[in-house]
């Protein structure tokens, strides 16, 4: 493997096609695609300033590195990427990849950030102003993960979430077979029209979550006070340990709580079945 250490590039495309490359404490200043249509590259220490420096690329490794954000765009089209110790101040990250690795990385301007991935194995990674985070990715693995900003995993499916905290207005909608464990979500309107959602030993917190939902299962969750309206037209299983503020208009299903504070069926309940709602202080 070639080594290339301690040089600045600048322009368009100057390692243009390249293979078997190591790049150390190598910057790349402002222009486009300095590494478009590579494969077996190693970045390390590096700093990226100029837009799309990966588009096209099978088989990189960047390791304590920097896009500052003129390097927009950075990661597209390209496959099988480990990445650690990173900070990524660029926006407009990470699309239509398949292969993520990411480890121990920081996002602060992740907006439109993971659209149309496959097979991503995060953790210990931390990501703010994230709207629109995760749009129609699939085969998800999330770690230790933190999370500031809404309308994310949009369309997701095959997703698993351990130990996280995910602050996200709009979370999850219409995603398909995601589990999430141990972890805190916080946002309004969490989970409408998923299918097959499990959580499992998390605190939710915000109104009118995981409405219109299908195969809904909750274990040893817990309810923050404003999580009210809960649950409309969806085929639920829960078991919360803590009371309920309101339920309105469930489908089918069963709810245990500690209390369910209001109980809400009215003229545009779709029930199929009466639903099961029981209360473990009466247990």
Request: net charge negative.
């Amino acid at each position: 493997m070639e080594t290339i250490r301690d040089k600045e590039f600048g322009g368009e495309r100057p390692l243009f096609g390249t293979r078997g490359l190591h790049l150390e404490n190598v910057t790349f200043h402002a222009g486009e695609s300095a590494l478009k249509c590579c494969a077996d590259i190693e970045a390390e220490k590096c700093r990226f300033e100029g837009k799309y420096p990966f588009w096209h690329t099978d088989g990189f490794k960047v390791r304590n590195s920097l896009f500052t954000p003129g390097a927009r765009a950075a990661l597209w089209y390209s496959r099988n990427l480990e990445m650690t110790d990173t900070q990524v101040d660029a926006p407009k990250m990470f699309r239509e990849m398949d292969g993520i690795v990411l480890r121990n990385v920081n996002i602060p301007d992740a907006e439109e950030t993971l659209w149309h991935c496959a097979n991503v194995d995060i953790r210990d990674v931390k990501v703010a102003n994230a709207d629109y985070l995760f749009m129609h990715s699939h085969d998800i693995r999330i770690e230790n993960w933190h999370q500031q900003g809404n309308y994310s995993f949009q369309y997701c499916r095959n997703v698993e979430i351990r130990n996280a905290e995910i602050h996200s207005k709009d979370a999850f909608w219409g995603t398909e077979n995601v589990t999430i464990y141990d972890s805190v979500i916080s946002g309004e309107y969490l989970g409408w029209h998923s299918r097959r959602l499990h959580l499992v030993r998390c605190r939710i917190s915000g109104t009118q979550p995981l409405c219109y939902c299908r195969d809904l299962v909750l274990e040893d969750c817990v309810f923050e006070e404003d999580c009210d309206l809960a649950f409309e037209d969806s085929e639920v299983n829960a078991i919360l340990l803590s009371p309920v503020t309101s339920v309105k208009n469930p489908m089918r299903g069963s709810i245990t709580a500690e209390t369910i504070k209001e109980i809400i069926i009215d003229g545009f309940s779709i029930a199929v079945e009466p639903v099961k709602i029981i209360s473990s202080n009466a247990i």
